[in-house]
T-cell receptor, first 113, second 112 residues
Framework: NAGVTQTPKFQVLKTGQSMTLQCAQD?????MYWYRQDPGMGLRLIYYSASEGTTDKGEVPNGYNVSRLNKREFSLRLESAAPSQTSVYFCASSRLLGRHGYTFGSGTRLTVV | TQLLEQSPQFLSIQEGENLTVYCNSS?????LQWYRQEPGEGPVLLVTVVTGGEVKKLKRLTFQFGDARKDSSLHITAAQPGDTGLYLCAGDPENSGYALNFGKGTSLLVTP
């Protein structure tokens, strides 16, 4: 089925370790996003890419970096994981910024111990 | 910054009851979207409203966009257990050229 694929689905890291969350979409969407979801906090935007070749900070970018590798792929990197980064991470894509609906991946549940 | 306030935060009702979920803001939005999220899954788009006063229906779900484009509501008629989930509203602030801003969600439980 067409959609957004995230890997891995689950990950446990030790404080200070690094990792990259992968995201790929096959809908020919231009815009891609990374959100984190925490209890009581809702979905908060980490970084987004309006189009291939551009990336911008969202509401909570500290401790993260992103790469828009090509039109299909948008990765999120944690350079030195901290317990505060324990969360569920969602990648999403849309045709363009603005009123276009998002298609979300099924999420990555990350625990930092 | 949380631009959208959703209420109620939690709702537990019995099958067959009606309910309304609200999404309010002091900001004007070019569009508002509603998503439903089930445990362990990503949110799924239900509807997008773009015109002030617009009403859209999706089977037993009715969505309304406020006249001033600052608020929206979701009404469910005769709720069923399959409606259980987290309902999220998300807005595209007018003239922002930015990603969607999400509310914190309303967690709905419908019991048989």
């Amino acid at each position: 089925n067409a959609g957004v694929t995230q890997t891995p689905k689950f990950q446990v890291l030790k404080t200070g370790q690094s990792m990259t969350l992968q995201c790929a979409q096959d809908m020919n969407h231009n815009s891609m996003y990374w959100y984190r979801q925490d209890p009581g906090m809702g979905l908060r935007l980490i970084y987004y890419s309006a189009s291939e070749g551009t990336t911008d900070k969202g509401e909570v970018p500290n401790g993260y970096n992103v790469s828009r590798l090509n039109k299909r792929e948008f990765s999120l990197r944690l350079e030195s994981a901290a317990p505060s980064q324990t969360s569920v991470y969602f990648c999403a894509s849309s045709r363009l910024l603005g009123r276009h609906g998002y298609t979300f991946g099924s999420g990555t549940r990350l625990t930092v111990v | 910054t949380q631009l959208l306030e959703q209420s109620p935060q939690f709702l537990s009702i019995q099958e067959g009851e009606n309910l309304t979920v609200y999404c309010n803001s002091s900001s004007v939005f070019s569009s508002l979207q509603w998503y439903r999220q089930e445990p362990g899954e990503g949110p799924v788009l239900l509807v997008t409203v773009v015109t002030g006063g617009e009403v859209k229906k999706l089977k037993r779900l009715t969505f309304q966009f406020g006249d001033a484009r600052k608020d929206s509501s979701l009404h469910i008629t005769a709720a069923q257990p399959g409606d259980t989930g987290l309902y999220l509203c998300a807005g595209d602030p007018e003239n922002s050229g930015y990603a969607l801003n999400f509310g914190k969600g309303t967690s709905l439980l419908v019991t048989p």
